[in-house]
């Protein structure tokens, strides 16, 4: 976990575009053995996510950060496995009893987490705050003294909203004329580092994503339904089920072919203001991953992405905004994404986009080990 520390330690995480990269170093060693194991095989001194998948161990400290507004020595020393510091203890304590309500009150659905109450503070407030000037008196007749809600236009099907979007962006059938794209990107992420990056995409299944980094390419492959992963110079692992689905939302290319097949359990509902435009909200499951798509109601652009991805306790959220649409061989494309998550942001500026470009499929082979001199 040395490499989660962001925000004190001024250490950058590196998304390597939208992948959870954010365990490097040690962590992501530890990771490379965990697939389909539980938490205690693979981590010493666990003793309330024991049966947790080890996988996910990460990505819950990461949740654990985000939500009370810390980092990782807050609770470790050096040495991970050793308990001398009492928020340690008190967090296996607050584990337990989200986990007890959860189960007594809500049939053991994640209502509750850490952020209900801690809402990024380490000491979460046990009071109501005092009045102010936005006080408002209570109104038995509106929310909370709020004014009524405005009427709201007709909420159109998903299917309508998404048919609009894909007749703005130039049409599925001038999208499928791309069998190959590469897109090439400068990315700056929350403390100002900047690194390039590759997004290699090739029909029907193919995606690779490459971010350049300082330490060695970091490179996220995917065929079909399999693939591998590998950080910097590390050995690379097979991919996980969490990351086949980040990397589908994120290839554009696949993404517009595949978002009305792939797409279940679909509702629609008003969004929020993105860019100040208004939207509809598309909500909906790509493969395991609880996605959002935000549509402008007028142009019918996809202005946000927002997905969900599992952890050990709740949900670690990914936003992606999409803005600067630009014309390329008769399609429409967004020139500028910025992608948020609870530790972090990145912008991602496109430099090129070229379709039907050569892609080797040599470069989804999983490379092997490097051996060790």
């Known amino acids: 976990m040395k490499g989660i520390g962001l925000r004190k330690r001024g250490i950058s995480v590196a998304f390597g575009l939208v992948l959870v990269l954010a365990f490097a170093a040690s962590g ?3 990771q490379n053995g965990a697939a389909g194991k539980k938490a205690s095989e693979v981590f010493k001194n666990i003793q309330v ?41 008190m967090a296996r304590k607050m584990i337990t009893m989200v986990r ?21 503070s380490a000491d979460p407030p046990g009071t109501p705050r005092v009045a102010d000037a936005d006080y408002r008196p209570w109104d038995p007749d509106s929310a909370n003294g709020a004014e009524p809600p405005q009427q709201r236009p007709p909420v159109p099907p998903p299917d309508q909203i998404i048919d609009k979007y894909l007749q703005a962006i130039g049409g599925l059938d001038a999208v499928k004329k791309a069998n190959t794209r590469v897109v090439k990107a400068t990315v700056t992420d929350s403390i100002g580092r900047r690194f390039g990056m590759e997004i290699l995409s090739k029909a029907p299944e193919g995606s690779i994503l490459i971010a350049h980094q300082a330490t060695g390419d970091v490179v996220t492959a995917r065929t079909g339904d399999t693939g591998w992963f590998r950080a910097g110079n590390g050995a690379p692992r097979d991919i996980r089920p969490n990351e086949l689905d980040d990397l589908r939302v994120q290839d554009v290319l696949y993404f517009v072919t595949h978002v009305k097949q792939s797409l279940t359990d679909l509702q629609t509902r008003p969004g929020d203001k993105v860019f100040d435009r208004d939207t509809w909200q598309v909500r909906g499951t ?22 969900l991805t599992q952890n050990a306790i709740g949900q670690n959220p990914t936003r992606i905004d999409f803005t600067d649409y630009r014309e390329v061989n008769g ?43």
């Not at 790509?286 to 997905?307: A, E, H, I, S």
């Open 28 to 30: 992501a060693r530890a």
């Open 49 to 89: 996510l024991k049966d947790a998948p080890a996988e996910q161990l990460l990505p819950t400290m990461q949740f654990f950060e985000a939500s009370l507004g810390v980092t990782c020595d807050f609770c470790h020393v050096e040495a991970r496995d050793k308990d001398e510091k009492m928020n340690k203890v």
């Open 100 to 120: 007890n309500i959860n189960k007594d009150v809500f049939d053991s659905r994640r209502e509750v987490t850490c952020y209900t109450c801690h809402r990024g």
């Open 286 to 307: 790509w493969g395991k991953t609880p996605v959002r798509l935000f549509f402008g109601r007028g142009t019918g652009n996809l202005l946000r992405v927002v997905y």
């Open 331 to 373: 399609v429409r494309f967004p020139f500028l994404w910025t992608i948020a998550r609870p530790l972090g942001y990145q912008t991602v500026r496109i430099d090129q986009v070229q379709n039907n470009a050569p892609v080797d499929d040599a470069k989804f082979a999983r490379p092997q080990a490097k051996s060790a001199s």
